[in-house]
């Protein structure tokens, strides 16, 4: 057909923290680049995180967590992503993470980190280069 | 993934499958005929097609929450296609309605879809209409379209629906002294939320005068208050969709616009398939003739190749 | 009133009155070599218009200050808000700031508490203790002030949404302690408005909770008479992203809401608008900080004179605690935290804060170091007692720039306040998105600035270094989370559960009626009644609020 279809994108905050000023910067700037950004708000269980993504169809997740809970609550979203048979969807994570949490995440599955003062470029394109590698293996199939 | 494995998913009622099948609906995907041929000419005959509109802040987002609650207790399978517009400019979109339905997210029984206005040339319906019947495929009784605002994609919406909803509440004087000219006559409820509020009866008086006459045609009053945010007044307006469903049943008129509803979706799609032809005719041919009679050569030209 | 009369007015009514109360720190402050240093500086001539637009500290409309001597009077409560993971370790800390000196107590909750679920709650999963105490029942409250006399301290409690549980808790813990009600001094924050907008600890809608806050408004006026019942906050409306007039204007719009609807509740103005605070943010541009603040005591003073017509001063005064803006700080090159701070910190004092809180340089990595938090202290400290601002009143006061400034915040702020109103108040403004919408559209403009490199932020996009060594940071123990879960299955079991559940019965109805919630939650939170449990029926009967 003419244009390809906007990548879409699920931006979430699970946990109860209600910062939400980083997450709001980023489905802002996402949109700004031409992404269909669905933000479903703060304090969403990891179960919702992943229904809503399916639901969507979303290409890629992006999880913010400020208050310090993000070694429970990033890979949670993983693992229910993961029994709703939606593993591949690749799920980026932000917020105030530590070095050593930062392996732990990506050991644990998570596409990505990012830490306070990635500058929006990387972060944007990190989500572009997400949204395109599951396309990519959609194309395969 | 082929085609019939992921139809199978879906028939499975599959979330996932569910999604994906949307999704290539939406986009105008590689499989989208595969999908729509299967999902048969009956798909829409047990399914209610809600519209629901209505200025931000009237409490919309409240009272869809209350209907999806409501439908659900009475063991309705729900659909939600919630519409947000996209940027002009960039092509994207924030799509936040989903928010004030996430208390549904664990519900296997409520589908929720955003989807962004994409700035369709031939209308939204080209793509919801669609959604709208995998919807229904995917077995959902009612489906709910939310739209933001009193724009084109707000007409569209009316056009796709069997039932359309507005929101209104105290305090929206403006909103509706703009809406008066053109949705408000399309409109077939008039939801008076926040009735708990100053200015409610104001509201409720100048609406019901609006609706005067067709409210005494059939017998079914066209104002329904409602405190969304206390659950009060749903019970009245579920009965009410109901008597006008009934009614617009027995007198042929849903059938009617539906009809008419198919016809202008498929005219949208004529216009949308037919675009990169045209545009391909167009482009880099330029002639020093007015673009009307340009357009006439060509529709003329295009119709005389194809007699040969 | 001609000029010259009404300084020497002041000087007989406001200050001697002042100064008669409470003696100044010193006898006398004076520079290095031994010259007097001015109370208050003035200009030459004092015109009509000098005293209509700044006046006189301690006096309409309180441009310079709420008090005729501020900080050579007495310096700002310097007041650290701090979060330790469980009850038993907050109350070591507790008692170990008291035995050096403290008096006034900070305390801060985790999130689970702030949002009304109790710490087995499935929404409580990994986030038990982490940015403060978990409070589930009484039996935690009991521990957290244990062996500390509460009539002599004033404990501030960082709580909202549920802030009528857990005041209920401490004046119990009082009950219990033998202490007179009417003692209590403290502030709880209570401002529920700004959690919809910029803070996100809301459960309730806006309206049952602005029940809440005026059955606390009502009851306190009775029976706590020197409690400070809301701390209505800017704070965190700037964290959010807005600009400085923009704090001061949804701030104010905030405190006029709440006044309004207390007096329609039938409350006396005077009975609970001196027990009115405010609190603020302290962000790094100096001079427009402290134009800010002047602007916002000004523009406060004038709305409680001219729209409610208070009468008494005290009822018109805007009195401030101020944090340094915690948005500020980056995760590069830390130790240039402790330069923005100070900045900070000293547009507040310059501002004329009635306390104040400055942040640790570690903060935008996790929880502060204890190191770090003294150094936090020490920067107020040296501003006290080296800088020589806390020595005459309202520093700035006369220069062109400030004195523009000032008016300027002050004009936007009266025109935010306008715009909500015609949009049908804060409640009407939070519900149809605009306040969140304004806010965020700031924010947004700002962020893009950063990352064009056009707002040049110390370290982090420019000036910065390779290969940066991160420090060591404190981490909450994961056990506290199963910890605190097994006392609070303990205190179930050992309570008498009928009554427990005669109780919350009885919490319900009075809910659903219009009935002050005061009596009977504090009859359900003396039973052992779990916060959890408390605001579910609240929950119930409240519905729940979602953005």
Redesign the interface.
Known sequence: MTTPAPHRVLIAKPGLDGHDRGAKFIARALRDQGFEVIYTGIRRSPEEIAAAAIQEDVAAIGLSSLSGAHLRLFPAVLKALKERGAGEIPVLGGGVIPDEDIEELLAAGLHAIFTPGTPAETIIKAFRSACETIQHADDED | ??TEDLLARFKAR???A???V??QV????PQCSAILAALGADVMDSTLVLGLTG?????K??LS?CLIRHLREQGQRVGIIAIDP??P????????D???I??H??DPDV????M?S?GRLGGLCAAAGGVVRVLAAAGCDVILIETVGVGQSEMDIVRLADLTLMTLAP?FGDDIQAMKAGLLEVTDLLVANKADLPGSEALCLEMSATFRDRSQRDGIDRVVRTVA???QGIDTLMDRIEALNTNHLEQGIRTARRQLSLESETLDWCLELL??QLLAAIRGQHQPIDPRLRAEQLIADRNHDQRQ | MTNGNSLSDWQKQELAASLNRFPERKESFTRHGGKEIARLALPEELSEEYEQQLGFPGRYPFTRGVQPTMHRGRLWTMRQYAGFSNAAESNLRYRYLLDQGTTGLSVAFDLPTQIGYDSDDPMALGEVGKVGVAIDTLADMETLFQEIPLEKISTSMTINSPAIVLLAMYIAVAEKQGVAVDKLRGTIQNDVLKEYVARGTYIFPPRPSLRLITNIFQWCGTNTPLFNTISISGYHIREAGSTAAQEVGLTLANGITYVQTALDAGLELDQFARRLAFFFNASSNLLEEVAKFRAARRLWARIMKNRFEAQNPASQMLRFHTQTAGSSLTAQQIDNNIVRVTIQALSAVLGGTQSLHTNSRDEALGLPTEESVRTALRTQQIIAHESGVAETIDPLAGSYYIEQLTDQIELEAEELIATIEDAGGVVAAIENGLIKSRIEESAYQYQLEVEAQERIIVGLNDFQVEDEERPALLRVNPAVEDEQVKRLAEIRAGRDNNAVERLLAELQIAAESDANLMEPILAAVRSYASLGEICRVLRDVFGEYRD
């Open positions: 993934m082929k599959d979330p996932r569910i999604g994906q949307i999704s939406e986009n105008n995907g200025p931000p802040g009237a409490g987002s409240t929450g996209s940027s400019i960039s092509g994207g979109a924030v799509l936040g989903r928010i004030r996430m208390d997210a664990l589908i929720v879809r955003s962004a994409r305090g945010s206390q659950n675009r990169p």
